[in-house]
């Protein structure tokens, strides 16, 4: 099987590092930041499915062709978000790619209190709203990450990453900006924080 999710996940099982921990997100954000894995391969990879419906709370990746490019400052071509709400004609979600991995480190953290489980399972969700991350200090990494997408312009299947692999998943360097480099959106989201 060539799953970079479960490969990353069998390498902190081998070093001993209990996973869906405060401890974990951080090693995975120390490690994975290193790969040099492509967004064909988060789409593709065994690990993921294919979405039959989207869940609000949950983890999902896709390639996106956004309606207004020509005038975007800059965009993200390979989101990997978690959905917050439904729109007409579209959804909104939290593309963590528009935050440095320290600070998206931080944000999922946070996140993370909100489970619907105590432990990763199939029907694990984050209990989350627009509302609840807006009106907390706590989240305040989520505003530039807080994007519309709109189904006519996702360009390709979109996948639901497990629950298990979220931490992996938020870290892997599969951002795909157009206009500007990660570190100058990077570097502009933290001016808007």
Known sequence: ???VLLRYKEKAIEKKIPLTTNESIR????????????HSSLLNDPAVSVATQL?????????????????????????????????ENGFYGLNLHYI???L???????????LTTKKYGPKTRLR???NMLSASSRYKEFAPS???YLYDHVASKVVEINP???EIAIHLPVEGFMKETAKTVWRKSKGKI
């Open 146 to 148: 807080f994007k519309r």
């Open 128 to 130: 989350l709203t627009y």
């Open 55 to 87: 869940k609000i709370g949950s983890m999902y990746t896709y390639v996106y062709d956004p309606k207004h490019k020509l005038t975007l400052p800059y965009y993200d071509v390979f989101p990997v978000i978690i959905l917050v709400d439904y729109a």
């Open 100 to 102: 440095q991995p320290s």
């Open 164 to 166: 298990s692999e979220w």
């Open 1 to 3: 099987m060539n799953s």
């Open 104 to 114: 998206r480190t931080k944000l999922f953290s946070a996140l993370r209190e909100n």
């Open 27 to 38: 090693w995975f954000q120390r490690v994975i930041r290193k790969t040099t894995a492509k």
